[in-house]
Structure formats: structure tokens, C-alpha cells
């Protein structure tokens, strides 16, 4: 359940946004209560729209920030050129003017009315729409896949969604850089020296949990061999510069460091910045992560961030098999054939998924694409179930068909024995072709 005092995302609704047409889509973003998810996994084949929706929740965010004290007060419905809010070329569809609708809401009262902000794109102007003037005050920071450390220590929390369009002109965070400045405030007398201590340790906590087989975090002294103080991991294989570690492990420091760092600013007055409320958009969310890391992921996430609502776009079934453990709501973008063009629509209620296998995730209409189901079995595997099954489906089987159905059942048995649904139903098939052949030889 999300905080009562808090505001989250519940809904939007998109309209003539790239690869969503002139159908309005709406992804879900509570669960089964009613109330904002604390987690949302948004799923899908390549192309479908998955960026598409972070980047539009991450804009909508952005124009009502922007306008917000104005749209508040009732003194704008519409906001010409000037404003430089018009939506990017390549986003709009041929079908008509684009449009986002974002809801938010709070834990307090799942019935409530929740709060609407609506952005119509013209040509020349923005018409927004905003129930009663109420606008909420929420925090979002949105990460896209592209999540690699950077050089420059310059960061302003008005970029905090920017990274979701690019990381050029607004990269994360230099995490290198902020935890050199957190040990240095930490190390020195002051009024503030207390609290810098209690945020680099909470910092080094966080990161040490984070990643596999890191003890210990430190910040090296300058020497004349290293003039420059140094962020070090403890690794198995001793002390390795942030710089020399795995991407992996880059990648996750590079965008848990921005967002930690973006809520210390957010809450500076606050006893633990990060256990304040706040939307975190990640695309990619499983990107270059070990199975074992994609497993357990959501639940360090929210462990740490535990007022956060996380909002993810990912391909793992590891991830997904996870879901239930987070209360996770789950979406599936699904692409539609049609004339001239096909299109997605947003699936808010797939198969229920709590106790999966991650063969059955697989096979499931969870992962499916217009180009089929994805099988768990390997290519040739499956290549000679389809011949065994094609065979079988002959009204009358040939003195070949049968010699051929026994090399398949004996190719296919020197498959490992495993305790997987796909062993039992080649076992079976296998258990078919033999009574099947000693049927008709003893019937010949």
C-alpha cells in the first residue's frame, strides 16, 4: 500500500502518440485496490511503445511543472509557442493531435475523484486541462537505458526526468564526484558535519547492499602516486576503483547515486531523504543485470526506497517472476494488425503470473509477440517436436513415417531428465510415439 500523505501516478491515457493511434489508451498504475501500485512492469516486444509511455509520463510531469503555479491559480487553459512546450515531431501521429491525460492519487481514499491534468497538442498551442485548480506537488526522477557514469559534476534537479530523452546535455549525477564531496563535508568540522556523515554512510549502505560481493566503499587519501582522492570497492579480487568495476555494476551505481542524491536535495530537512515520497521512471529496468540481480532487484528497490513508486519498463521473466513478491501490477503492450498500419494497445489485466515457472512465464501470452509464443526449449528441440507432431496428424502413417517417429523419440530422450513441464510433455510425447508403433506392429 502507498503512503496516505503521499501523491503518485494512478493513470494515463495516450492518443495519437507515435505507435498508440487514434483509439485512447490508458496504462493502469494501481493495484488491485484501487490505489496507486507502488510497482508498475510494463511489458512488450521491441518497438511497441514501452519507452514511449515513460517518456510521455516523464513530459506530462515536466509541462505541468513548468506551468504549474500558473495552470494552479486558473490563470492559463492554454499555452502558446512561446512557452516552448510543444510536443517533439516525431512523437505525433498521422491521425490527429496528439493527447496525454495523467491521474494522480493517493493511499488515502481509493474512491476519491482522482486529480486530472490533460495536455491537448496543437499546432501552435498546448490547451490543458486541470480539475478545479488542484494541483498536486510530486517529485519524479526518470532514468533511460543509456545509464553510464559521466565525467561532469554539474546536475540541477529540473533535469531530473531528462536522462529518459538523452544524457549529453543532461547527464546523471558524477557519482564519483558527489561521494568524494560527501566524505570531504563529512570529514570536516562544521554544522552540517553530522549530517553528511549519516548521508555518506547511508549512501555506502546502500550501494554495498546493492552489489553482489562489494563490502566495503572508500575514499582513498591523496598521495603523490594518486594526487586525487579515489571511490574504491572492496571487491573478492581487492580494491577497484568505481571506474574499473563491471558495467553492471557502473550502471546501477550511475542511476541509484542520481536518484539518491536528487532526494537528499529534494528533503534536505528530512531524517531519511530516502523514505520520502517520490515517482522513479526506469526504462530498461533489468538492463545488464545477472539473473540473480534481475530476481532480487525490485525488492532491494523497494526496501531502500521504500516511498517510492516505481514505474519500469522490462524483458526478463526473471523480473516478472518477481512481480507478486512487490505486489507488482503488470501491463503488456500488445501489437495490433491493421490497415494501413498496425497499432498497440495496452493489456492492464494479463494472465495472472504468481507461482510461474520462468518456462511457463516464457510460453505465456505474457512474452508473446505477433510473431508467436516463445518456446523454452531449444531450436533443435523443438524443431523435432513439430516434425514428431506433424507426423502424428496423418490419418495414415507410412513404414517411413514410422521409422522416423522412433528417431525422433530417441533423439529427443537423450534430452537431461529435469523437473520441468517440457521434460514431462516430451516424456510424454516420446511415451505416445512408442505405444503408438508397438499398437501398429502388433496389429501388422
Request: with cysteine; hydrophobic share 35%; aromatic share 8%.
Amino acid at each position: 500500500m502507498p503512503p496516505t500523505d503521499a501523491v503518485y501516478f494512478k493513470s494515463m491515457t495516450v492518443r495519437n502518440i507515435r505507435c498508440f493511434r487514434d483509439e485512447p489508451q490508458m496504462l493502469d498504475l494501481t493495484d488491485h485496490d484501487g490505489t496507486p501500485a507502488m510497482w508498475t512492469l510494463i511489458l512488450g516486444d521491441n518497438g511497441v511503445g514501452k519507452t514511449t509511455l515513460l517518456q510521455s509520463l516523464g513530459y506530462i510531469w515536466w509541462l505541468w511543472y513548468l506551468g504549474r503555479s500558473l495552470i494552479a491559480n486558473g490563470q492559463v487553459k492554454t499555452l502558446g509557442a512561446g512557452w516552448g512546450l510543444s510536443l517533439p515531431p516525431n512523437w505525433r501521429s498521422e491521425q490527429g493531435d496528439p493527447y496525454i491525460q495523467l491521474e494522480f492519487g493517493s493511499g488515502t481514499d481509493p474512491n476519491a475523484a482522482p486529480i486530472s491534468v490533460g495536455f491537448l497538442f496543437g499546432e501552435k498551442s498546448l490547451n490543458t486541462e486541470i480539475d478545479d485548480g488542484n494541483v498536486p506537488d510530486v517529485f519524479v526522477c526518470g532514468y533511460g537505458p543509456d545509464r553510464s557514469l559521466t565525467r561532469t559534476s554539474e546536475c540541477h534537479s529540473e533535469h531530473s526526468v531528462s536522462s529518459l530523452y538523452e544524457t549529453d546535455e543532461h547527464p546523471l549525477v558524477n557519482s564519483r564526484t558527489w561521494l568524494r564531496e560527501l566524505d570531504y563535508s563529512a570529514s570536516k568540522k562544521s554544522d552540517v558535519q553530522s549530517m553528511m556523515k549519516a548521508r555518506l554512510k547511508q549512501v555506502k549502505e546502500t550501494l554495498i547492499d546493492l552489489l553482489p560481493d562489494v563490502s566495503d566503499i572508500r575514499i582513498t587519501q591523496p598521495s603523490r602516486k594518486k594526487p586525487e582522492p579515489e571511490v574504491e570497492f572492496r571487491t573478492p579480487y581487492g580494491w577497484v576503483e568505481l571506474s574499473g568495476v563491471a558495467y553492471g555494476y557502473q550502471s546501477l551505481v550511475a542511476w541509484v547515486v542520481d536518484f539518491a542524491y536528487r532526494l537528499f536535495e529534494r528533503y534536505p530537512d528530512s531524517d531519511d531523504p530516502l523514505a520520502e515520497p517520490a515517482i522513479c521512471l526506469v526504462d530498461e529496468l533489468d538492463l545488464h543485470l545477472h539473473p540473480s540481480w534481475q530476481r532480487d532487484v525490485m525488492a532491494f528497490l523497494s526496501q531502500k526506497f521504500p516511498r517510492t513508486q516505481f514505474i519500469a519498463t522490462v524483458h526478463s521473466p526473471l523480473v516478472v517472476q518477481a512481480a507478486p513478491s512487490v505486489n507488482a501490477n503488470v501491463a503488456v503492450l500488445r501489437r495490433v494488425q491493421g490497415e494501413p498500419f498496425d497499432h498497440v494497445v495496452i493489456d492492464n489485466d494479463p494472465e495472472i503470473i504468481r507461482s510461474w515457472r520462468l518456462d511457463q512465464l516464457l510460453a505465456s501470452d505474457l512474452f508473446a509477440t505477433v510473431r508467436g509464443p516463445i518456446t523454452p526449449r531449444n531450436p533443435a528441440v523443438q524443431e523435432k517436436i513439430d516434425e514428431r507432431r506433424k507426423i502424428l496428424s496423418k490419418p495414415k502413417l507410412t513404414k517411413r513415417d514410422r521409422e522416423r517417429l522412433a528417431e525422433i523419440a530417441q533423439e529427443i530422450d537423450v534430452v537431461p531428465v529435469t523437473e520441468t513441464q517440457d521434460h514431462q510433455e516430451i516424456q510424454e510425447l516420446i511415451k505416445k510415439s512408442y505405444e503408438l508403433l508397438a499398437k501398429e506392429k502388433d496389429g501388422s
